[in-house]
Antibody, heavy 120, light 109 residues
Framework: QVQLQESGPGLVKPSGTLSLTCAVS?????????WSWVRQPPGKGLEWIGE???????NYNPSLKSRVTISVDKSKNQFSLKLSSVTAADTAVYYC?????????????WGQGTMVTVSS | QSVLTQPPSASGTPGQRVTISCSGSSSNIGSNTVNWYQQLPGTAPKLLIY???QRPSGVPDRFSGSKSGTSASLAISGLQSEDEADYYC??????????FGGGTKLTVL
């Protein structure tokens, strides 16, 4: 079955760029699914960051759009997140997830999540 | 502030039926389906209900979902102690982004 695994630095300096990768195993990233990033600040709720299709098409959360880039690497079966100009407010657990493909926001497979702290 | 509105907390005793509401607008719940997630402490969210009322394989039929207009509800019958968790609703918004509710913390008394 499909599994997702996030990886990347756990500590990022303020004003820097957060970079994470989600490796897809047990299936192809070129399947008919959109692939998303979702984050959760400590003690708070879930926030959708954005999504990508294997063709490279993307959709982003309007509140983060100016700082977010999501890309796909089909050769490595993975997709990535870059979030620029980070502040302490970007400290969160970052999850990658697969959309089931119904009418959106139905994430049936999740990575375990990776904690990213923004601090000097 | 979340786009979808949920009560911050809910509670019930074992065996009871509990419902959690989720309110949105015409651009999200009103025109797209609703999904529900269960998040146990320290774990990733788990898809509980998709397309308003469909259960993924393995989800007990104690969990059910419904939608009417711009609101949706998650019902949990035969409440069990292991149902104590945070529950989130989510939907696609016509502005091309996914939106979540703020989450409801369910306590089993």
């Amino acid at each position: 079955q499909v599994q997702l695994q996030e990886s990347g630095p756990g500590l990022v300096k303020p004003s820097g760029t957060l970079s994470l990768t989600c490796a897809v195993s047990g299936g192809s990233i070129s399947s008919s699914n959109w692939w998303s990033w979702v984050r959760q600040p400590p003690g708070k709720g879930l926030e959708w960051i954005g999504e990508i299709y294997h063709s490279g098409s993307t959709n982003y959360n309007p509140s983060l759009k100016s700082r977010v880039t999501i890309s796909v690497d089909k050769s490595k079966n993975q997709f990535s997140l870059k979030l620029s100009s980070v502040t302490a407010a970007d400290t969160a657990v970052y999850y990658c997830a697969r959309d089931l493909g119904t009418s959106g926001a139905a994430f049936d497979i999740w990575g375990q999540g990776t904690m990213v702290t923004v601090s000097s | 502030q979340s786009v979808l509105t949920q009560p911050p907390s809910a509670s019930g005793t074992p065996g009871q039926r509990v419902t959690i509401s989720c309110s949105g607008s015409s651009s999200n719940i009103g025109s797209n389906t609703v999904n529900w997630y269960q998040q146990l402490p320290g774990t990733a969210p788990k898809l509980l209900i998709y397309s308003n009322n469909q259960r993924p394989s393995g989800v007990p039929d104690r969990f059910s979902g419904s939608k009417s207009g711009t609101s949706a509800s998650l019902a949990i019958s035969g409440l069990q102690s292991e149902d104590e968790a945070d529950y989130y609703c989510a939907a696609w918004d016509d502005s091309l982004n996914a939106v979540f509710g703020g989450g409801t913390k369910l306590t089993v008394l």
